[in-house]
């Protein structure tokens, strides 16, 4: 059974979903331990799982099976789940083909079969080559995967490094465990080569380790010799695959009943944290509250006075958070909040434009001093945003369809399902896109149960905008 390592904001949620679904938990915290009553655990994960840095979803790196088998998990009990998977291996190794110089950047373009990465200048003192031997570094800039020809080959315990030089894991603590592990590294470490210990290393002895390292270096060895046979583009070896998991509203309110079903949770628990500082502060305090045995009515009514003036109201200047299927964020601007209906949870909020250009979708011309008006349901699926000149002319109507609309202190935030509708002065409609919708579908970046949901807001939409 696969091993799951999982750390951040959804910890708990995403643990009991996967013991619940027949995953082994992997080196657990001690505050998971006690929640889910496991037994100490220090194996090496076959998976990875750890928050993103904007505490929207997850990342999750790891072997091709577990992989598969944790998006089938996600998929099937998160209605609006965004998946996106890289098209290249956590330190995957390949024979690459060069294809040209970007002065920009000072790097050059590497095809590598599965897509195309960079690598700086100074790695190819020889700019003819036409072939070489590449790995994918465990970073990106400039929307494409960053190459080296430093290669490391890793292992459970071991990364057989490039250089002579013997580390170890930060995580390793222990003087005696470190002298040791040094020592060992120094006797094992093939010419020119070095290691690095993980942290799973400091709990086996050393006769597995040797095991390993004399592994690693015969990986080394056939890698190469693949690297000698093969032309370029080619895979050498296969690293750790990659995914980015984006959790909407309606994934973000089932993981908090999951978190619910092991530990007190307070209704919003996820999308709270998300927002950080104070208002994840005040959380933590109202949990404390509910673990005291306080009423949940209260303590909710609490928490909600205590953070309410963090949130935007009528005034108030916003950020609209447009992100991408691919997983580009747009920032359309800043927006001022002409009316708030609480009641209804129905946000309408205006832009004034100062450049000219094109209208997406409308075809129409822009002009400095456009005004658009957005009214936004928080919740919903879709927002329609009307466009006037100056004077104030109507010159038409956009409807965006996206993951259900949350409402934060900066303003909102929505994941953009590419699907739009337009509506002319004359009356004219007319639905764009949605085959790039299908095309996420069938990629596996959006769920079946999602794809159902839009065509059907779809269809209301355009039914209302026609009457």
Request: net charge negative; aromatic share 6%; with cysteine.
């Amino acid at each position: 059974m696969a091993k799951v390592r999982i750390r951040g904001i959804y910890s708990t949620a995403i643990t009991k979903l996967l013991i619940d679904n027949g995953f082994d938990i992997a080196q657990p915290s001690a505050t998971t331990r006690e929640r889910f009553r496991l037994k100490r655990n220090d194996e090496p994960p076959d998976l990875d799982v750890y928050d993103r840095l904007d505490l929207q979803g997850v990342r999750a790196l790891g072997k091709a099976e577990p992989i598969t088998g944790f998006v089938s998990v996600l998929q099937s009990c998160l209605d609006d789940v965004i998946i996106r998977k890289w098209p290249f291996t956590i330190d995957g190794i390949y024979k690459g083909l060069v294809k040209g110089a970007d002065p920009e950047t000072h790097s050059l373009l590497v095809d590598i079969g599965s897509t195309v990465g960079r690598i700086a200048e100074e790695e190819i003192p020889d700019l003819y080559l036409e072939q070489i031997i590449v790995q994918i570094e465990r970073r990106r800039r400039f929307k494409r995967p960053v190459l080296t020809r430093e290669i490391k080959v890793p292992g459970k315990y071991a990364i057989l490094l490039p250089k002579p030089q013997i580390k170890i894991s930060r995580k390793i603590r222990d003087p005696e465990t470190r002298s040791k592990l040094h020592k060992l590294g120094e006797e094992l470490a093939p010419p020119n080569r070095g290691i690095l210990w993980r942290t799973a290393a400091a709990h086996q002895p050393s006769n597995v380790l040797t095991d390993e390292v004399t592994k690693l270096t015969k990986e080394e060895e056939t890698i190469m010799k693949r690297a000698d046979e093969l032309e370029a583009p080619k895979t050498l070896w296969e690293g750790p695959h990659s995914i980015d998991v984006e959790f909407p509203a309606l994934s973000k309110v089932k993981l908090d009943e999951m978190r619910e079903s092991v530990v007190p949770t307070i209704d919003g628990h996820h999308l709270y944290k998300t927002c950080g500082g104070k208002i994840s502060s005040a959380l933590d305090m109202a949990e404390r509250l509910l673990e005291e045995n306080r009423s949940h009515e209260e303590v909710e009514e609490l928490l909600k006075q205590t953070i309410e003036t963090e949130y935007p109201d009528e005034g108030s200047i916003i950020e609209v958070e447009h992100v991408k299927l691919d997983g580009r964020t747009l920032r359309l601007g800043r927006a001022l909040v002409e009316d708030f209906d609480h009641h209804e949870a129905v946000i309408r909020f205006s832009r004034v434009f100062e450049r000219k250009g094109i209208y997406d979708g409308l075809k129409t011309r822009k002009e400095p001093g456009d005004r658009a008006v957005t009214t936004a349901k928080i919740g919903e699926w879709y927002f329609k945003t009307e466009y006037f000149s100056k004077e104030g002319s109507y010159k038409g109507t956009y409807v965006n369809f996206n993951t259900p609309i949350e409402l934060y202190p900066y303003g909102i935030h929505y994941v953009d399902l590419d699907v739009d509708v337009c509506a002319w002065p004359d009356g004219k409609t007319e639905t764009l896109d949605e085959e790039k919708l299908e095309r996420a579908l069938t990629e596996g970046i959006v769920t079946q149960k999602l794809t159902r949901i839009v065509k059907d807001k779809l269809r209301n939409a355009v039914s209302e905008l026609r009457r």
